[in-house]
């Protein structure tokens, strides 16, 4: 009888001990983790000012100024996002909107304003693969990847600059995700405090190592809903060896933001 | 009446003026104090494109876009071009003042008035519903795009949700310029229509989740002429390019279909001649077009089918001479030379380099007559600031048909473009 009462002493003991965990220390499903990923990212709204660097393989640098504003869809977590390029000549103007719509049988929406054509243009969204305005991110990096589109494996668990990580394996659901978001596999380095990527590594359709994401210069945005922000992302295709690094001088999260900025009709009221 | 109209659109100025600004809103950095853009641009072009026969023209111009945010709801918006058109003489440097308006916004309501370039139709080059922007097909640039110039306009719309109505008020009128010059043995005299102030066009437009459509109407001038043949003074026979009124109601969408993105637009314009009864003359018209663009390869492969009718349609060649000739060439001026025409317009198109080679080849092909123009493009920016063209138009076709009629203004350009 006492034996079985200490039994359950230090079953209650163990169990009590276990829940008192943080959950980053809990057994997580590679599913849970790229779930809680995608949640890190998504900011309530912000807005930000960015430069991005085009560095080519023998060095050469193009460099665009933009700012950026974004706001969660009202009670969804579907991003709308709005960039605007503000240098150099050639794309000064040019406003991208992107609308994520995570509805089932619902694509997402893209529209660009090009100010020489004076038209909004509606862009075909399943081509996440496309390269976003000439950067090494492609639209699908920008806007993320919705959870369940992708099969979850934790490859590993590592420490990575400073951090531990899981290693998460993302493959392609179907060949049409496949196609579209141009990656036949995904790594990430997902750390296990705040669940923030720190470096994606992103393979072309045939298998072979295409592009590396690095997020660094994580800041805490939004205190509150413990959200973080990387302030510097780094793409480089490893095939053609250019690459891109967009780092924000500015972001602010903010609930100010007028919901009709994410609408067509404000690029055109825009221009 | 104008007089009741200018001061309702003063009121209405003023009190969007005052309307309450968004205080406890914030805008993303759109409106910044001054903006200003500059393009200069130095150009080889092979022949010009007027049938002129004028060939290995040197051009530079001056393009210069200005912004002004007034305030967090208000700007003004000045664009214009300066540059020469043909050899270098003082007769051929001209400019353009594109836009200069001023826009108020307060909550749904937007009131632009000024100059300005308002822009219709969601087909991929050729839009049926743009009959409100002027556009100088004799200018030598690369882009379409640069050849358009606005007219004076007023415009208030209204924004629920995802959809707008706008009304626009047209009280300039500017008309196209056409590839035509006056020679040894013809001249050309442009004839302003007698009640510009009275053009006007609704458009109500749906932009949001799933599909962009518009209705739109027109009522005002045609840009594009009718010919008339005037009393003859003097050696040259004179031609009058008259503009008619016109009426077109159209309608266009575009929505994403799996992976093609679809686009349709189509018009009916009615002219003032709807029985068919002046040779000179348009008749009313159906113009469509329907197509889809999608992504093969990295390659933009977009391809639309292009539809047009012409009502009460009668052959110009039971004419008698010399109207005949004249009727002809309307007719194939304004492509009305056949009472159905089908065509084709495809684009392939391609960027190398995150976005520094853009190349692109776009066709038009008309079946009947089996008439096409072919527009390859090559962009390359050196750097952020400098970019240089290289392109060529090459219309190619029997001389009874549109694009065999321009045979002689195909053309091959290499331009320079530095922009800061």
């Known amino acids: 009888m006492k034996f079985k009462l200490i039994t359950l002493f230090l079953f209650a003991a163990a169990y009590a001990f276990l829940i008192s965990l943080p959950a980053s220390a809990q057994t997580l499903t590679a599913r849970e983790i790229a779930e809680k990923n995608y949640?890190?990212?998504?900011?309530?709204?912000?807005?930000?000012?960015?430069?991005?660097?085009?560095?080519?393989?023998?060095g050469q640098e193009r460099i665009r100024k933009t700012s950026g504003t974004s706001k969660l869809k009202s009670g969804s977590l579907d991003n709308r996002s709005l960039v605007t390029f503000l240098t150099p000549a050639d794309v000064k103007g040019t406003m991208i909107l992107t609308i994520e719509n995570s509805e089932p049988g619902k694509n997402d929406d893209i529209w660009i304003y090009l100010p020489a054509l004076k038209k909004i243009r509606r862009l075909i969204s399943s081509n996440k693969k496309d390269s976003f305005v000439g950067t090494d991110f492609s639209y699908g990096d920008v806007i993320g990847y919705k959870v369940d589109e992708w099969k979850h494996t934790i490859v590993r668990e590592e420490l990575f600059a400073g951090n531990e990580c899981y290693v998460l394996e993302s493959l392609p659901a179907n060949d049409q995700i496949k196609d579209d978001s141009g990656y036949s596999k995904r790594l990430s380095w997902i750390r296990k405090d705040n669940f923030t990527a720190l470096k994606a590594e992103l393979f072309d359709l045939n298998g072979s190592p295409l592009k590396t994401i690095r997020l660094s210069n994580h800041q805490q945005v939004d205190a509150a809903n413990h959200k973080w922000a990387a302030f510097t992302l780094e793409a480089e295709n490893i095939q053609t060896m250019h690459k891109t690094i967009i780092e924000f001088s500015h972001y602010e999260v903010s609930q100010k933001i007028r919901d009709d900025v994410f609408t067509p009709r404000f690029l055109e009221s825009a221009r | 009446m104008r007089a009741r109209m200018q001061f309702a659109l003063a009121v209405l100025c003023l009190a969007l003026w005052n309307a309450p600004v968004f205080a406890?809103?914030?805008?993303?950095g759109f409106i910044h104090d001054v903006e200003s853009s500059t393009s200069l641009r130095s150009a080889y072009w092979s022949d010009s494109r007027i049938q002129d026969d004028r060939r290995n023209l040197w051009i530079l111009g001056l393009w210069e876009r200005f912004q002004?945010?007034?305030?967090?709801?208000?700007?003004?918006v000045m664009d214009g071009r300066l540059g020469n058109?043909?050899?270098?003489?003082?007769?051929?440097?001209?400019?353009?003042?594109?836009?200069?308006?001023?826009a108020l916004t307060a909550g749904p309501w937007d009131l632009s008035a000024g100059r300005q370039m308002i822009v219709w139709g969601k087909a991929d080059g050729i839009n049926p519903t743009d009959?409100?922007?002027?556009?100088?097909?004799?200018?030598?640039?690369?882009e379409d795009a640069d050849q358009k110039s606005g007219v004076i306009s007023a415009k208030l719309a209204y924004t629920i949700e995802n959809c707008r109505i706008s009304a626009y008020w047209l009280p300039e009128f500017r008309p196209n310029k056409l590839p035509i010059s006056d020679t040894d043995t013809?001249?050309?005299?442009?004839?302003a229509p007698e009640h510009p102030l009275e053009q006007w066009a609704v458009r109500f437009d749906s932009l949001g989740e799933g599909a962009d459509w518009s209705i739109s109407y027109y009522n005002g001038y045609d840009k594009n002429p009718d010919f008339s043949l005037w009393p003859v003074n003097g050696p040259q026979l004179q031609i009058g390019l008259d503009h008619h009124r016109i009426r077109v109601l159209g309608a266009d969408t575009a929505f994403n279909l799996d992976r093609f993105g679809v686009r349709a637009e189509a018009a009916y314009t009615w002219t003032e001649d709807p029985q068919g009864i002046d040779p000179f003359m348009k008749n009313s018209f159906f113009y469509g077009i329907m197509g889809a663009d999608r992504t093969f390869a990295d390659f933009n492969v977009n391809a639309q089918v292009i539809f047009r009718y012409i009502d009460h349609f009668a052959d110009s060649g039971a004419l008698a001479e010399p109207i005949q000739s004249l009727a002809r060439q309307a007719a194939l001026s304004n492509n009305q030379f056949d009472e159905t025409q089908l065509g084709l317009f495809g684009r392939i198109g391609r960027t190398w380099w995150n976005d520094t080679l853009e190349t692109e080849v776009a066709m038009l092909y008309w079946f009947r007559h089996n008439d096409y123009l072919v527009r390859p493009k090559i962009k390359y920016a050196w750097t952020d600031t400098l970019k240089t063209i290289f392109g060529s138009d090459q219309y190619r076709g029997p001389e009874n048909s549109a694009y065999g009629n321009l045979k002689n203004i195909s053309t091959t350009y290499l331009e320079m473009q530095l922009g800061f």
């Open chain 2, 85 to 102: 058109r043909g050899p270098w003489q003082p007769d051929n440097v001209s400019g353009d003042l594109r836009e200069a308006f001023l």
């Open chain 1, 39 to 58: 949640l890190a990212g998504k900011i309530s709204a912000s807005i930000s000012e960015a430069t991005f660097r085009l560095i080519s393989a023998n």
């Open chain 2, 186 to 191: 013809t001249c050309y005299i442009e004839a």
């Open chain 2, 131 to 142: 009959n409100l922007a002027v556009r100088d097909f004799s200018l030598l640039t690369p």
């Open chain 2, 24 to 28: 406890a809103e914030e805008t993303p």
């Open chain 2, 68 to 76: 002004l945010g007034i305030s967090n709801n208000s700007k003004l």
